[in-house]
């Protein structure tokens, strides 16, 4: 079964995330920030994964911490639940229309942690969430992951319709790239013989 189950806990956090990367796209999140909810359940629901994700945070500071915490535990799981990784696609891309945003993103599970970050987000918070802690959670998500992860605007100029449409795409992206080709079920797509 490709989950995983973890914990991690910090003087800033105390976070408990499950993930099942063959999951239905159900998400039940609570981890303090009403923004990082949302979009962590429509990343639930466009990937398809089950996501349970609780985080006791030190909010009342800003969201920082619990952003980037969140981005580590998911890259943590999904580097468990991926394993050596034998039969998976490898790469996934989406091109993702947000209304008037369009977002292109690219996964390489590469076995290197990299965000190449390209967006151009207009205003500084959308409601109490700080937009900059976007590109932490993909940078958090990526490296302990060991993915390359690229996120490009193509257009837009609503911030909440630029990362929620990164956060779609790149779910899509991750979905696509950790699916099972049967084809190549005992293989590791790697001519090195490792990811």
């Not at 605007?153 to 899509?172: D, P, V």
């Amino acid at each position: 079964m490709r989950s995983c189950e973890l914990s991690r806990r910090t003087a800033e956090t105390g976070i408990r995330l499950r993930l099942d990367l063959d999951g239905t796209g159900v998400g039940h999140i609570d981890s303090g920030c009403g923004f990082l909810d949302h979009m962590l359940t429509l990343f639930a629901r466009h990937g398809r994964f089950d996501l349970d994700v609780t985080c006791q945070g030190d909010t009342h500071v800003d969201g920082h911490h619990t952003v980037e915490d969140i981005g580590i535990c998911l890259g943590d799981a999904f580097a468990q639940a991926l394993g050596e990784k034998r039969g998976v696609v490898r790469y996934g891309s989406t091109l993702l229309p947000m209304d008037e945003a369009l977002i292109l993103t690219a996964v390489d599970l590469s076995g290197r942690g990299m965000l190449c970050y390209d967006l151009h987000i207009p205003t500084q918070k959308v409601g109490s969430f700080d937009t900059e802690l976007a590109e932490e959670f993909f940078i958090a998500l990526a490296r302990r992951g060991e993915m390359t992860i690229h996120i490009r605007q193509l257009a837009g100029n609503n911030s909440h319709h630029i990362i929620e449409g990164a956060f779609k795409s790149l779910a899509r992206s991750l979905a696509a790239a950790s699916a099972i080709d049967e084809r190549f079920a005992q293989e590791i797509p790697s001519t090195k013989g490792v990811l």
